[in-house]
């Protein structure tokens, strides 16, 4: 399980920019670089995350496979 390139990949699919996905979830674009670069996402902000852009947490984690 990769989440730094399910994040990756999720973010390409949908199209978003780091900055709008971070506004949409009430964070900094910063956190997200941060996320991609580690790979270390919380479990809430995961299921934010993979909300925000639309998709189950088993959907988004599968990105990363």
Known sequence: ????????????????KHKDLAKDIGTTSQQISNWIKSGAIKQSSLVVVANSLGMSVSEFIALGE
Do not use: E, F, R, Y
């Open 1 to 16: 399980m990769d989440l730094s390139k399910s994040l990756k990949v999720a973010i390409a699919m949908k199209g978003v």
